[in-house]
């Protein structure tokens, strides 16, 4: 069993940084691939940011999201990290963190097998 818990969501404003954090346990290593998605009131959840070692930690992220959000994993403490910065309302959403069930970034929901609560981000102008 896996158990996914995400933090560091709250308020801020426009143009401004969050780092949200997955703190994960139980059957976990750097071999699966690690995701964040979000979903905003009324909308469906949609893939932000992923990330999975092979050949080193690659990373993939949504077009929306390029540029201005970094996500990282700390393998030691179980840890993944979403740094987001330039923040726009319209990145208001809860965010989730998703275990992948193979060891490759998907951006469909169906191909992740463990997530976590969420955290609420909400981005004010």
């Known amino acids: 069993q896996v158990q996914l818990v995400e933090s560091g969501g709250g308020l801020v404003q426009v143009g401004g940084s969050l780092r949200l954090s997955c703190a994960a346990s139980?059957?976990?290593?750097?071999?699966?691939?690690m995701a964040w998605f979000r979903q905003a009131p009324g909308k469906e959840r949609v893939f932000v940011a992923g990330?999975?070692?092979?050949?080193?930690?690659?990373?993939y992220y949504a077009d929306s999201v390029k540029g201005r959000f970094t996500i990282s994993r700390d393998n030691a403490a179980n840890t993944v990290y979403l740094q987001m910065s330039s923040l726009k309302p319209e990145d208001t959403a809860r965010y989730h963190c998703?275990?992948?069930?193979?060891?490759?970034?998907?951006?469909?929901?169906?191909?992740?097998?463990?997530w976590g609560q969420g955290t609420q981000v909400t981005v004010s102008s």
């Open positions: 998703a275990r992948g069930a193979r060891g490759y970034i998907a951006t469909l929901m169906t191909e992740y097998d463990y």
């Open positions: 139980g059957r976990t290593n750097s071999n699966y691939a």
């Open positions: 990330t999975v070692r092979w050949n080193g930690d690659r990373t």
